[in-house]
């Protein structure tokens, strides 16, 4: 195999070709070596050019870490099920940008793994940019990194109502004993409002320190969550229809107090800054550590198709 950094200045992605037989399964053993070297040490590796026939052959290669792939509970975007364990990609429009941020930091549960399958690559755009997490929180401005460990993070979610997730489809259960059973072995405050509609509340981590590398890293979707991360337009309507209260999703500081729209601003420069982007080839796989690395989407035009899958849960 060839292996080389997709950009001079970045690490991150290693990429990774195939020099002899492309077929993956030929390759699986070398790979395998390979990531275990050099995932700790880039946050990612790129796959391409190699040759995987089904969907199924990612599914595969995924286990073949030795992990169960985990379903996508308490979810807070739109999938659907490719095969057990294996989802589409967030299913929101094609025009809009997907935030960077690492899968499933609004919770203190989370996969260390993480795996996208580019099936079908979008005629222009699509990307699904990334970035060293460990680089963000090092480049944060200290004062507003330390306010935010020091108080840690509220998320606030209301579902359903047609603004968000159905409670049904987060949970993935029709049953409110099962969403309360989950809340309460995960630390969730939980309200059935009398609409019969459902509102969480969770404390969780501004930062996370990585358990093999021990890295601090910069690990949670403050400002994905956060009312600012809407259009304008669109927070002023939600604001004067449902209220702050009723807000589909919201963040605050774990004491209860507001986050500055200029802190959660900088906290965006930033991980723009860290980003690096590059445009999906058919075939490709991606294989990222979730903490070390996070990763966004670019809109689109055309039919787009990647897959995901998460493993090993860390809490």
């Excluded at 990429?15 to 790979?31: E, F, Q, R, Y």
């Excluded at 930091?105 to 993480?114: G, H």
């Excluded at 159905?166 to 995960?186: G, I, L, R, Y």
């Excluded at 949670?220 to 009723?246: C, K, M, W, Y």
Aim: charged share 20%; net charge negative.
């Amino acid at each position: 195999m060839s292996i080389s950094p997709l950009f001079e200045d970045s690490r991150l992605p290693l990429l990774v070709t195939p020099a002899g037989n492309p077929s993956l399964k030929h390759c699986l053993h070398d790979i395998q070596l390979l990531v275990s070297k050099e995932l700790y040490l880039s946050g990612g590796l790129l796959l391409r050019g190699f040759e995987t026939d089904t969907e199924m052959d990612f599914t595969h290669f995924c286990q073949s870490f030795g992990y169960d792939l985990l379903s996508y509970d308490y979810a807070s975007t739109p999938r659907s099920q490719v095969n057990k364990g294996v989802y589409t990609s967030t299913e929101y429009p094609a025009h809009q940008s997907i935030p960077l941020h690492n899968e499933q930091a609004y919770t203190t549960s989370w996969p260390l793994k993480i795996w996208f399958n580019c099936v079908t690559a979008s005629t222009e755009g699509g990307e699904t940019p990334i970035a060293d997490s460990r680089r963000v929180y090092q480049e944060l401005d200290p004062a507003i990194r330390d306010k935010f460990i020091g108080h840690g993070l509220l998320y606030v979610r209301n579902y359903g109502n047609g603004l968000d997730l159905p409670w049904q489809k987060a949970f993935s259960t029709d049953s409110k004993a099962e969403v309360e059973n989950f809340c309460q072995s995960n630390g969730i405050d939980y309200v059935w409002k009398e609409d019969g509609e459902l509102q969480t509340r969770q404390i969780c981590q501004a930062v996370a320190q990585h358990p093999v590398t021990q890295d601090m890293v910069w690990f949670n979707q403050a400002h994905l969550f956060h009312v600012s991360n809407l259009d304008p337009a669109i927070r002023e309507t939600l604001l004067s229809i449902v209220g702050e209260q009723d807000l589909p999703r919201n963040v605050y500081y774990g004491n209860g107090e507001a986050i500055a729209d200029h802190e959660l601003d900088h906290i965006r420069e930033v991980l723009d800054r860290c980003q690096v982007s590059f445009l999906w080839q058919e075939g490709d796989i991606m294989m990222l550590d979730n903490m070390l690395s996070a990763h966004g989407r670019s809109p689109f035009k055309g039919e787009r198709k990647v897959i995901v899958a998460m493993a090993e849960p860390h809490s």
